[in-house]
């Protein structure tokens, strides 16, 4: 396992303790983890391959994301899929965001649209 973000915090109401969120690349499982004060909270898969005719970098592709119902409601995904495709920037990947959260998310964030290929983007209304 390789540490991708950690130490993130929602903004608990003031009657709730802090909480630790972190996120962490399992590469063996092709998929980062996010958990709550050490609980499993959530995951999102993805499966890199290489780069298409031409391309220079690889391709992550993003197919599901899941944050466990007890998590929801509470940003969890968001922080999951920054640190997903925060890592994916470092790696130098380009991202296929198939997963309707992260292309969600992609879309909201425009620092994020540089990592979808350019001749993709149509097709992921971005």
């Known amino acids: ?17 802090a909480e ?13 983890e996010i958990s709550v004060n050490g609980a499993p909270a959530g995951f999102a898969d993805y499966s890199d391959s290489e780069g298409g005719a031409g391309a220079q970098a690889g391709v992550r592709a993003f197919p599901h994301t899941v944050v466990h119902p007890e998590f929801g409601g509470r940003g969890m995904s968001k922080i999951l899929i920054r640190a997903a495709l925060d890592a994916a920037r470092v790696a130098d990947l380009e991202v296929l965001p198939l997963c309707s959260a992260v292309q969600h998310f992609i879309a909201s964030n425009a620092e994020y649209v540089d990592l979808v290929p350019e001749a993709r983007r149509a097709e992921f209304d971005l």
Request: charged share 25%; no cysteine.
């Open 20 to 32: 630790t969120v972190a996120v962490v690349d399992v590469p063996e499982r092709s998929r980062f």
């Open 1 to 17: 396992m390789t540490q991708a973000h950690e130490g993130e915090q929602s903004g608990p109401p003031a009657t709730e303790a």
